[in-house]
């Protein structure tokens, strides 16, 4: 199978997964929330699902055409990279009396793994192509 075929593979599997961020919220919010209680609590977790289940879809639908969609697919595999940077640092930190190291095994490698993966096979395909 070659990068181009697996990069829409993973355009569709990253897509249904930020679908999903609101759940994995309930099912292990010590890995996927930053806020005590339901997902729906806070104001700032909900913005978040929104930006994702957009971004999620719009990966979904890149996975068309990858190649005519490479600025979204670099955004996604960039800004993955740096929330992920962002959220370890402030894993370390303690908010309102909660503990976020449960991150570090949750939302922060899952971002990592969106931007290797995103990225690599994006460069992979878009080598390939030229």
Same mark, same amino acid.
């Given at each position: ?6 990069? $829409? ?7 249904v997964v930020m679908l999903l961020i609101y759940p994995l919220a309930i099912v292990w ?12 609590? =806070? *104001?700032?977790? %909900? %913005?978040?699902?929104? #930006?994702? !289940?957009?971004? /999620? ?7 068309? *055409?990858?190649?005519?969609? $490479?600025?979204?697919?670099?955004? !996604? ?9 962002? %959220?370890?640092?402030?894993s370390f930190g303690m908010t309102g009396g909660m503990n976020h190291m449960g991150h570090? %095994? /949750? *939302?922060?490698? !899952?971002?990592? /793994? #969106?931007?290797? #993966?995103? /990225?690599?096979?994006?460069? =992979? !395909? *878009?080598?390939?192509?030229?």
């Amino acid at each position: 199978m070659n990068a181009l075929s697996l990069l $829409k593979i993973a355009l569709v599997v990253f897509g249904v997964v930020m679908l999903l961020i609101y759940p994995l919220a309930i099912v292990w919010p010590s890995g996927w929330a930053w806020h005590e209680g339901a997902p729906y609590a =806070s *104001d700032y977790y %909900m %913005m978040i699902v929104g #930006v994702y !289940a957009v971004l /999620g879809i719009f990966l979904i639908l890149a996975a068309r *055409d990858p190649l005519a969609n $490479k600025s979204l697919i670099w955004f !996604a595999a960039w800004s993955s990279l740096v929330h992920a940077g962002i %959220m370890a640092q402030q894993s370390f930190g303690m908010t309102g009396g909660m503990n976020h190291m449960g991150h570090l %095994m /949750g *939302d922060v490698p !899952a971002l990592l /793994g #969106v931007a290797i #993966v995103l /990225g690599g096979l994006l460069w =992979s !395909a *878009d080598k390939s192509a030229a």
